[in-house]
T-cell receptor, first 107, second 113 residues
């Protein structure tokens, strides 16, 4: 069965500090993983996908199949990074979401 | 380009009332879906559609009904509202599910009293 786990509901870091949002998954096939972000008063939007291997707004995420993880990282957090972050896995006719992590960057 | 449009943004219902949440997209996406967002639960799939005339149940379909008569529209009907359906509802669309970006509406905050 597909499952996405985000162990941290809340995460606070100081501006300029590194940030890592954890995501672990369970999936029998070859996973396609995403990070979605929801800023205050904005709609949910795609941040990045593992297939693109890109860096968006300074964020990167590497798929580790051995550890079944897809952690989101940024070396220097900015105040505008404060938002709700969801890890998601694309399965058969479905996009499975984790429970989300609310990131607060303290000035 | 409007993307995904949901109406209404806010709604208060009494227990037992019915209503329809509207969702429309102008991107010619085949796949559309409805999620509910609850604190500590993330987004859970209610119903989805892979094309006009085709719908299927997601993880939490009970108490909801959908239809897909056109590619653009995917309304969600609450048959007899219950307090447990108090939630934020999101409609999403994409070209497909495998590897495609999902585009979300702005959400509908529903309160059932």
């Amino acid at each position: 069965a597909q499952r996405v786990t985000q162990p941290e509901k809340l995460l606070s870091v100081f501006k300029g500090a590194p940030v890592e949002l954890k995501c672990n998954y369970s999936y029998s096939g070859s996973p396609e993983l995403f990070w979605y972000v929801q800023y205050s008063r904005q709609r949910l939007q795609l941040l990045l996908r593992h297939i693109s291997r890109e860096s968006i707004k300074g964020f990167t995420a590497d798929l580790n199949k051995g550890e079944t993880s897809f952690h989101l990282k940024k070396p220097f957090a900015q105040e505008e990074d404060s938002a709700m972050y969801y890890c998601a896995l694309s399965g058969a006719n479905n996009l499975f979401f984790g429970t989300g992590t609310r990131l607060t960057v303290i000035p | 380009n409007a993307g995904v449009t949901q109406t209404p943004k806010f709604q208060v219902l009494k227990t037992g009332q019915s209503m329809t949440l509207q969702c429309a997209q102008d991107m010619n996406h085949e796949y559309m879906s409805w999620y509910r967002q609850d604190p500590g639960m993330g987004l859970r799939l209610i119903h989805y559609s892979v094309g006009a005339g085709i719908t299927d149940q997601g993880e939490v379909p009970n108490g909801y009904n959908v239809s897909r008569s056109t590619t653009e529209d995917f309304p969600l009907r609450l048959l007899s509202a219950a307090p447990s359906q108090t939630s934020v509802y999101f409609c999403a669309s994409s070209y497909g599910t495998s590897g495609f970006e999902a585009f979300f509406g702005q959400g509908t905050r529903l309160t059932v009293v």
